[in-house]
């Protein structure tokens, strides 16, 4: 499947090469780089890429590129996934993964890339098992590792890994039991000028943090689960049970999870919990005027917060001049980004941002393109689908955990035209 | 505390620095100068000098420092042969150890290693390993055996590690199995014959393995199970039923690997039944929550959903809006995402896509604004209720005076016109309004078209081509060519006042042009307009065909391939796997008959229902096809000698299979074709000039006629191999040169066809043939003079064709007087301009005479 794996930066270096089969040279990756080179942006660099003896499939986060390599009729998907799965391991053990999280590390991470895959196929990748075999690295082990000589390397083999449930190594213990549950629902929307919703959508997720001893056996039920039609499972959770009975019948991990996530299509309709009233003109040379309100909307009492707008001007535009009722603004010369900070948005008078646009003349004739207005919010304690936690049970265990459900809903990509 | 340390250097290099430290007693440093030397290595630099010192550290009870050298050893073991011996004891001893993780390690490591040498001693402790008792060390030698078979296949075959492989799918642990399936798989791209013999007893093995084993794991299962072609409805149903519930999985490959054995299998089923129904409502959601994931997941599932869009475009009907595209979506999502909704428009929803496409027609990137303008007018071509609203959109967006927008804008129209003539040329006007923006040949020639095209409309039509007749030389060849047809179009509307611009279009195109494509046009031009305005006319204004709804579907044979590759490298790219996956075996994979009868895809008729070949023939693609002849072509001679029948042979084994599917699609299919192999074959003595066995007789019987001394054989003997290369293929064949049998008068000779009748050609009548007269082609011409004048000065001239004919001496006939007729036979040779024809057997000649010109077809002689 893989053959060999180069992790680039964006002002193209090879941070690092792996190889499962025989060496692949680098200057494959110059095919990449052209690529990047006619890509506008970092983001646009095509996912699969042909060269006349091989494929390349990349992934982008963070300035980093990783790049796999496959001569054969690959899954591609599988590919994408699995580099996604190492993004997500660099950063659960080294915080975030970045160009310098890497470098600072390359140990690690060169043994971690070898237990993941062997001769090209995904071998461990639960953390949970990936955590076993090699300790993450923090400050205090490595001091007692200087002191005692031991290694982050595990001498002994992880107990999950043939298990009938891989996610989850034995013998834990804590001295206090809990179990986190977090409800987020991210909205999804595209509003048109006038302001109706052209489209929009929530994506689910409940993620779990599970501190729990022993083999604990969960149940979890919901007040409404004929919402969700189109979910996608954590491999722990049993699918018969969910079928048959709609609950989430579950051994977790330990530690953090996505236990499930979901989807509620743009089918059903989708409360959208705030609404911006812009007025946008850019005009060449003349400068322009921007006002724009924003304020709550069926947000079903609850009070917006931590709303952020950001406008990406068109390259045009020279700098801003405004006023804000409300919060900061800032504008970006450089990538041209107008970022209005409004904070809590309470009831009563709506926040505003008002003030002029200078536009520069020499971009071409005519009238400049409208900018897309994008919306971040949260609201706490708000599922807006409607979907509630009923309730949580434990089987298997004696103890008495602490359960915890806290709703979330928040801004995905939320854009609005004008 | 970071790995960065351990790049520091010091006055005395940092080799000699890390040897030292490598050979240092202290087990602390040791460990800490292989970490060195480990970050040197990821980071490419050649540390290969400290092998041995390395090799050293390898005996240790420290599992850390085993990984980190064991890492070392993979890179380096094979630039160092002779030194990694050292480390086969330690490997075997290790192989032995109580702690099943170095067992595994051992063996897992030994395998990497590249050495023959190595490899050798690698047979023992693998087959321990495959009956080890801790299945995590059983786990591991599944993977070593594919590595081993990609070192040495013969010895994996010899020592029957795929036997024991093969055991490994029936283990009790579920993750063994998985990772036997994948190394099965692996080993069955490379290998010739197919490895895993899938039957219900595997199936129901790997559908047991599939609910307990990993994410990787049941993508591997789910591969297989693609390949596997159940007995009944019944049995695809149980299969259906057992993974759906696989596209609830968080992980994309097992979701589209699922939607893969789906989509293949439902062509199974019985049509129209509840499960049908009700799987296909299943399929959507997952679809949909692909397109929520991380970008590059989106673009390899809007790919493969473009296949299934145009496999079954129920799925997503209703799903239009997650197609939408985001301001901020990468712009390979953007464009995905447009192909689709143009593929899911129709009339119920066109008004929000139109709306949409409006919007994107204004964003910044230059390209992807373009397609969306672009789509606008397939819209408009697609659903016709929806024209009209289409073009006033598009008006709208001439009206922004973008360059690039207007240029599009101007080429879709044109689109639009051909599809509903007469209908909207009152906006002619605003496009004229726009002439001089036009600066993309493209556009140029749109607008030029449209001109000719209604230029009886348009009052100053002479004015504005004369406009652009003035920069006749700059232009680029295509607005050349366009040019040229709307002139003479205009010319043909308007004779009054526009025959001094016509002559001069002429005149440039057919004089002072270097273009022959651009000479000869205008040369037709010119002598139709000569002989018979009323003629040239009839042609040059005739009605063209109305254009396709869809320009870009895939072929049907092709489409049901690529679904059957969903999820893969081949679904991306939208082509067969055997066309750019190198070492692939051409295993080419179809859809399932139906067992039902009745229920069969129609479109799977053609691909599979050939009585000729093997069930996996489908109809290549097309440029894979002209690409094989090609390369056929170029196949230098082999055997440098006289022994046509090793050279036909190789250029049959060399892979012919696109021609032979070939001959069962295009040639063999008519019964024509059979015919014409029983007038072939029965003679075989005679007609195949002494050829013994009849594989190899027609073998010879192609290359022959062309072996005459002078030829370079390679074209031909491509020829001999396709025809000698699949009897049923020859009927077909034999109409082509199969026909040409030697003129002693026993062999078969095609009756004379009339090629070119006299009504249409000014009272010269053409019949011919084609036959082969001692080892040449020879094209056998009656010419018949039923005009009331004489006729001489005949000359031909072959267009370029699929096999490279062309004349070998200049055409001579007599003058014919009226009523009079003329046989003339001209010899052929084979070395002219190849270029594909549809059909294959298309000929395209020119005859001149009497200054005529004439331009026949001589298609069904071939």
Same mark, same amino acid.
């Given at each position: 499947?893989?053959?060999?794996?180069?992790?680039?930066?964006?002002?193209?270096?090879?941070?690092? =090469?792996?190889?499962?089969?025989?060496?692949?040279?680098?200057?494959?990756?110059?095919?990449?780089?052209?690529?990047?080179?006619?890509?506008?942006?970092?983001?646009?660099?095509?996912?699969?890429?042909?060269?006349?003896?091989?494929?390349?499939?990349?992934?982008?986060?963070?300035?980093?590129?990783?790049?796999?390599?496959?001569?054969?009729?690959?899954?591609?998907?599988?590919?994408?996934?699995?580099?996604?799965?190492?993004?997500?391991?660099?950063?659960?053990?080294?915080?975030?993964?970045?160009?310098?999280?890497?470098?600072?590390?390359?140990?690690?991470?060169?043994?971690?890339?070898?237990?993941?895959?062997?001769?090209?196929?995904?071998?461990?990748?639960?953390?949970?098992?990936?955590?076993?075999?090699?300790?993450?690295?923090?400050?205090?082990?490595?001091?007692?590792?200087?002191?005692?000589?031991?290694?982050?390397?595990?001498?002994?083999?992880?107990?999950?890994?043939?298990?009938?449930?891989?996610?989850?190594?034995?013998?834990?213990?804590?001295?206090?039991? =809990?179990?986190?549950?977090?409800?987020?629902?991210?909205?999804?929307?595209?509003?048109?000028?006038?302001?109706?919703?052209?489209?929009?959508?929530?994506?689910?997720?409940?993620?779990?943090?599970?501190?729990?001893?022993?083999?604990?056996?969960?149940?979890?039920?919901?007040?409404?689960?004929?919402?969700?039609?189109?979910?996608?499972?954590?491999?722990?959770?049993?699918?018969?049970?969910?079928?048959?009975?709609?609950?989430?019948?579950?051994?977790?991990?330990?530690?953090?999870?996505?236990?499930?996530?979901?989807?509620?299509?743009?089918?059903?309709?989708?409360?959208?919990?705030?609404?911006?009233?812009?007025?946008?003109?850019?005009?060449?040379?003349?400068?322009?005027?921007?006002?724009?309100?924003?304020?709550?909307?069926?947000?079903?009492?609850?009070?917006?917060?931590?709303?952020?707008?950001?406008?990406?001007?068109?390259?045009?535009?020279?700098?801003?001049?405004?006023?804000?009722?409300?919060?900061?603004?800032?504008?970006?010369?450089?990538?041209?980004?107008?970022?209005?900070?409004?904070?809590?948005?309470?009831?009563?008078?709506?926040?505003?941002?008002?003030?002029?646009?200078?536009?520069?003349?020499?971009?071409?004739?005519?009238?400049?393109?409208?900018?897309?207005?994008?919306?971040?919010?949260?609201?706490?304690?708000?599922?807006?689908?409607?979907?509630?936690?009923?309730?949580?049970?434990?089987?298997? =265990?004696?103890?008495?955990?602490?359960?915890?459900?806290?709703?979330?809903?928040?801004?995905?990509?939320?854009?609005?035209?004008? | 505390?970071?790995?960065?340390?351990?790049?520091?250097?010091?006055?005395?290099?940092?080799?000699?620095?890390?040897?030292?430290?490598?050979?240092?007693?202290?087990?602390?440093?040791?460990?800490?100068?292989?970490?060195?030397?480990?970050?040197?290595?990821?980071?490419?630099?050649?540390?290969?000098?400290?092998?041995?010192?390395?090799?050293?550290?390898?005996?240790?009870?420290?599992?850390?420092?085993?990984?980190?050298?064991?890492?070392?050893?993979?890179?380096?073991?094979?630039?160092?042969?002779?030194?990694?011996?050292?480390?086969?004891?330690?490997?075997?001893?290790?192989?032995?150890?109580?702690?099943?993780?170095?067992?595994?390690?051992?063996?897992?490591?030994?395998?990497?290693?590249?050495?023959?040498?190595?490899?050798?001693?690698?047979?023992?402790?693998?087959?321990?390993?495959?009956?080890?008792?801790?299945?995590?060390?059983?786990?591991?030698?599944?993977?070593?055996?594919?590595?081993?078979?990609?070192?040495?296949?013969?010895?994996?075959?010899?020592?029957?590690?795929?036997?024991?492989?093969?055991?490994?799918?029936?283990?009790?642990?579920?993750?063994?199995?998985?990772?036997?399936?994948?190394?099965?798989?692996?080993?069955?791209?490379?290998?010739?014959?197919?490895?895993?013999?899938?039957?219900?007893?595997?199936?129901?093995?790997?559908?047991?393995?599939?609910?307990?084993?990993?994410?990787?794991?049941?993508?591997?299962?789910?591969?297989?199970?693609?390949?596997? *072609?159940?007995?009944?409805?019944?049995?695809?149903?149980?299969?259906?039923?057992?993974?759906?519930?696989?596209?609830?999985?968080?992980?994309?490959?097992?979701?589209?690997?699922?939607?893969?054995?789906?989509?293949?299998?439902?062509?199974?089923?019985?049509?129209?039944?509840?499960?049908?129904?009700?799987?296909?409502?299943?399929?959507?959601?997952?679809?949909?929550?692909?397109?929520?994931?991380?970008?590059?997941?989106?673009?390899?599932?809007?790919?493969?959903?473009?296949?299934?869009?145009?496999?079954?475009?129920?799925?997503?009907?209703?799903?239009?809006?997650?197609?939408?595209?985001?301001?901020?979506?990468?712009?390979?999502?953007?464009?995905?995402?447009?192909?689709?909704?143009?593929?899911?428009?129709?009339?119920?929803?066109?008004?929000?896509?139109?709306?949409?496409?409006?919007?994107?027609?204004?964003?910044?990137?230059?390209?992807?604004?373009?397609?969306?303008?672009?789509?606008?007018?397939?819209?408009?071509?697609?659903?016709?209720?929806?024209?009209?609203?289409?073009?006033?959109?598009?008006?709208?967006?001439?009206?922004?005076?973008?360059?690039?927008?207007?240029?599009?804008?101007?080429?879709?129209?044109?689109?639009?016109?051909?599809?509903?003539?007469?209908?909207?040329?009152?906006?002619?006007?605003?496009?004229?309004?726009?002439?001089?923006?036009?600066?993309?040949?493209?556009?140029?020639?749109?607008?030029?078209?449209?001109?000719?095209?209604?230029?009886?409309?348009?009052?100053?039509?002479?004015?504005?081509?004369?406009?652009?007749?003035?920069?006749?030389?700059?232009?680029?060849?295509?607005?050349?060519?366009?040019?040229?047809?709307?002139?003479?179009?205009?010319?043909?509307?308007?004779?009054?006042?526009?025959?001094?611009?016509?002559?001069?279009?002429?005149?440039?195109?057919?004089?002072?042009?270097?273009?022959?494509?651009?000479?000869?046009?205008?040369?037709?031009?010119?002598?139709?307009?000569?002989?018979?305005?009323?003629?040239?006319?009839?042609?040059?204004?005739?009605?063209?065909?109305?254009?396709?709804?869809?320009?870009?579907?895939?072929?049907?044979?092709?489409?049901?391939?690529?679904?059957?590759?969903?999820?893969?490298?081949?679904?991306?790219?939208?082509?067969?796997?055997?066309?750019?996956?190198?070492?692939?075996?051409?295993?080419?994979?179809?859809?399932?008959?139906?067992?039902?009868?009745?229920?069969?895809?129609?479109?799977?008729?053609?691909?599979?229902?050939?009585?000729?070949?093997?069930?996996?023939?489908?109809?290549?693609?097309?440029?894979?096809?002209?690409?094989?002849?090609?390369?056929?072509?170029?196949?230098?001679?082999?055997?440098?000698?006289?022994?046509?029948?090793?050279?036909?042979?190789?250029?049959?084994?060399?892979?012919?299979?696109?021609?032979?599917?070939?001959?069962?699609?295009?040639?063999?299919?008519?019964?024509?074709?059979?015919?014409?192999?029983?007038?072939?074959?029965?003679?075989?003595?005679?007609?195949?000039?002494?050829?013994?066995?009849?594989?190899?007789?027609?073998?010879?019987?192609?290359?022959?006629?062309?072996?005459?001394?002078?030829?370079?054989?390679?074209?031909?003997?491509?020829?001999?191999?396709?025809?000698?290369?699949?009897?049923?293929?020859?009927?077909?064949?034999?109409?082509?040169?199969?026909?040409?049998?030697?003129?002693?008068?026993?062999?078969?000779?095609?009756?004379?066809?009339?090629?070119? *009748?006299?009504?249409?050609?000014?009272?010269?009548?053409?019949?011919?043939?084609?036959?082969?007269?001692?080892?040449?082609?020879?094209?056998?011409?009656?010419?018949?003079?039923?005009?009331?004048?004489?006729?001489?000065?005949?000359?031909?001239?072959?267009?370029?064709?699929?096999?490279?004919?062309?004349?070998?001496?200049?055409?001579?006939?007599?003058?014919?007087?009226?009523?009079?007729?003329?046989?003339?036979?001209?010899?052929?040779?084979?070395?002219?301009?190849?270029?594909?024809?549809?059909?294959?057997?298309?000929?395209?000649?020119?005859?001149?005479?009497?200054?005529?010109?004439?331009?026949?077809?001589?298609?069904?002689?071939?």
């Amino acid at each position: 499947m893989l053959n060999s794996l180069f992790i680039l930066n964006t002002s193209g270096d090879v941070i690092l =090469e792996k190889h499962w089969k025989s060496v692949i040279h680098r200057s494959i990756c110059d095919y990449f780089f052209d690529a990047q080179k006619r890509a506008s942006s970092p983001e646009d660099v095509p996912p699969v890429i042909s060269t006349p003896h091989h494929y390349l499939v990349s992934v982008y986060h963070n300035q980093v590129y990783f790049v796999a390599v496959t001569t054969l009729e690959a899954p591609p998907l599988m590919v994408i996934e699995f580099l996604h799965r190492v993004v997500d391991t660099f950063k659960e053990y080294f915080d975030e993964c970045s160009d310098s999280s890497i470098k600072d590390n390359y140990v690690i991470v060169f043994e971690l890339l070898d237990e993941m895959l062997d001769n090209g196929f995904p071998l461990a990748t639960e953390s949970n098992i990936l955590q076993e075999l090699i300790k993450p690295p923090n400050f205090f082990r490595n001091i007692s590792n200087q002191v005692t000589g031991k290694t982050n390397v595990s001498e002994t083999l992880p107990t999950g890994q043939l298990s009938n449930i891989p996610w989850r190594r034995a013998g834990v213990k804590y001295t206090n039991n =809990e179990s986190y549950f977090d409800v987020v629902e991210e909205i999804d929307a595209i509003i048109d000028k006038q302001g109706s919703t052209v489209f929009s959508e929530i994506q689910g997720y409940i993620d779990c943090c599970c501190k729990l001893s022993g083999m604990p056996d969960l149940t979890m039920t919901f007040m409404n689960p004929r919402l969700l039609d189109d979910v996608s499972f954590h491999p722990c959770v049993r699918f018969k049970r969910w079928e048959n009975e709609r609950l989430l019948s579950f051994v977790p991990p330990d530690g953090n999870f996505r236990l499930l996530s979901y989807h509620i299509g743009s089918q059903s309709m989708v409360a959208i919990p705030m609404y911006v009233r812009h007025s946008i003109v850019l005009k060449d040379g003349t400068g322009g005027k921007i006002d724009l309100t924003v304020g709550p909307k069926q947000s079903m009492g609850k009070i917006l917060e931590d709303v952020i707008v950001e406008v990406p001007m068109p390259k045009s535009v020279q700098n801003c001049n405004l006023s804000a009722s409300q919060g900061k603004y800032s504008f970006d010369p450089t990538t041209k980004v107008l970022t209005w900070d409004v904070g809590k948005i309470e009831l009563g008078k709506p926040p505003t941002l008002r003030g002029s646009v200078s536009v520069n003349t020499t971009a071409g004739a005519g009238s400049v393109e409208q900018p897309t207005i994008n919306v971040r919010f949260k609201i706490n304690q708000l599922a807006v689908s409607g979907l509630k936690v009923n309730r949580l049970d434990m089987y298997g =265990e004696k103890y008495k955990p602490f359960k915890g459900v806290k709703y979330l809903t928040k801004a995905g990509r939320f854009q609005i035209r004008t | 505390m970071t790995d960065s340390k351990y790049f520091t250097t010091t006055k005395k290099g940092e080799i000699f620095e890390l040897k030292t430290e490598l050979n240092s007693e202290k087990k602390e440093k040791k460990r800490e100068a292989v970490k060195k030397v480990i970050a040197s290595m990821t980071v490419g630099k050649d540390v290969s000098a400290l092998f041995p010192d390395v090799v050293n550290c390898m005996q240790t009870d420290n599992l850390e420092l085993k990984k980190l050298v064991y890492l070392y050893l993979m890179n380096y073991a094979k630039s160092q042969p002779d030194l990694a011996i050292m480390a086969v004891n330690t490997f075997v001893k290790d192989c032995e150890d109580p702690n099943p993780l170095i067992r595994a390690l051992a063996v897992r490591t030994m395998g990497c290693i590249r050495v023959d040498k190595i490899t050798e001693y690698l047979c023992e402790p693998l087959r321990k390993c495959l009956k080890d008792e801790d299945p995590y060390v059983r786990n591991t030698p599944a993977v070593c055996v594919a590595k081993l078979y990609d070192i040495n296949a013969a010895l994996v075959e010899d020592q029957g590690f795929l036997e024991q492989l093969k055991d490994l799918l029936s283990d009790s642990n579920p993750m063994v199995v998985a990772n036997a399936v994948a190394a099965l798989t692996e080993i069955n791209e490379t290998s010739s014959r197919p490895l895993i013999e899938m039957n219900t007893q595997t199936v129901n093995k790997l559908l047991t393995a599939l609910n307990e084993c990993t994410e990787w794991g049941q993508v591997f299962i789910l591969d297989s199970l693609a390949n596997y *072609e159940p007995k009944d409805e019944r049995e695809a149903q149980n299969i259906c039923e057992r993974i759906t519930p696989r596209l609830a999985h968080a992980n994309a490959a097992v979701v589209l690997s699922t939607v893969k054995v789906l989509m293949k299998l439902i062509d199974i089923l019985p049509r129209d039944s509840d499960f049908i129904a009700q799987l296909i409502k299943k399929l959507a959601p997952p679809m949909v929550t692909l397109l929520s994931a991380e970008p590059e997941i989106q673009y390899v599932a809007l790919r493969n959903i473009n296949l299934i869009v145009q496999k079954r475009p129920d799925i997503l009907k209703q799903e239009m809006k997650v197609f939408f595209v985001k301001y901020n979506d990468p712009i390979y999502v953007k464009m995905e995402k447009l192909d689709i909704m143009i593929r899911l428009a129709h009339q119920a929803n066109i008004a929000q896509v139109l709306s949409e496409l409006k919007e994107y027609a204004t964003e910044v990137d230059v390209d992807f604004v373009r397609k969306s303008v672009r789509a606008i007018g397939r819209c408009a071509i697609k659903v016709e209720q929806s024209a009209e609203r289409c073009v006033s959109t598009l008006l709208d967006l001439i009206q922004t005076k973008v360059n690039y927008v207007v240029q599009e804008a101007v080429v879709v129209i044109k689109d639009i016109f051909r599809k509903y003539p007469n209908k909207y040329e009152s906006i002619i006007s605003t496009l004229c309004e726009n002439l001089d923006t036009l600066d993309e040949p493209e556009a140029r020639a749109s607008m030029i078209w449209i001109i000719g095209e209604y230029a009886e409309r348009i009052d100053n039509a002479d004015e504005l081509l004369e406009s652009f007749v003035e920069g006749f030389h700059d232009e680029n060849t295509q607005v050349q060519l366009q040019l040229l047809t709307s002139v003479v179009k205009l010319f043909l509307k308007r004779p009054a006042d526009t025959q001094e611009l016509v002559q001069r279009v002429l005149s440039l195109a057919t004089q002072d042009s270097d273009n022959p494509d651009l000479r000869d046009r205008g040369y037709i031009y010119w002598r139709l307009l000569s002989a018979d305005p009323a003629a040239a006319k009839d042609v040059v204004l005739a009605e063209k065909p109305l254009i396709s709804e869809e320009t870009d579907l895939l072929e049907p044979s092709l489409l049901d391939e690529l679904v059957c590759h969903i999820g893969s490298l081949a679904s991306v790219y939208h082509k067969p796997p055997s066309t750019f996956v190198e070492a692939a075996v051409p295993l080419r994979k179809t859809l399932p008959k139906s067992t039902v009868g009745g229920s069969e895809e129609p479109s799977l008729i053609g691909g599979t229902s050939m009585p000729s070949t093997q069930q996996t023939t489908v109809i290549p693609s097309q440029d894979s096809l002209i690409a094989d002849l090609l390369s056929l072509d170029l196949t230098p001679h082999p055997s440098g000698g006289n022994s046509h029948q090793p050279y036909a042979q190789s250029a049959f084994s060399s892979g012919l299979d696109d021609l032979l599917g070939l001959g069962s699609d295009g040639l063999l299919g008519d019964s024509h074709g059979a015919s014409g192999l029983g007038g072939t074959a029965s003679p075989p003595s005679v007609g195949f000039g002494g050829g013994v066995q009849p594989m190899v007789g027609m073998a010879g019987a192609g290359a022959l006629p062309f072996g005459a001394p002078t030829l370079p054989m390679g074209g031909m003997g491509g020829m001999g191999g396709m025809g000698g290369g699949d009897i049923g293929g020859i009927g077909g064949l034999g109409d082509i040169f199969g026909g040409i049998t030697p003129a002693a008068g026993s062999g078969y000779a095609a009756p004379k066809q009339i090629w070119l *009748e006299a009504a249409r050609s000014k009272g010269t009548e053409l019949q011919g043939t084609f036959l082969r007269r001692s080892g040449q082609i020879v094209m056998d011409m009656t010419f018949t003079n039923r005009a009331m004048q004489a006729l001489s000065g005949f000359a031909i001239q072959f267009n370029s064709n699929s096999f490279g004919l062309a004349p070998a001496q200049p055409l001579q006939v007599r003058p014919l007087p009226p009523n009079q007729s003329a046989d003339a036979a001209l010899p052929c040779k084979t070395d002219g301009p190849v270029q594909k024809m549809e059909p294959l057997t298309n000929l395209q000649v020119r005859i001149h005479f009497y200054s005529h010109f004439r331009f026949m077809e001589c298609r069904n002689s071939l």
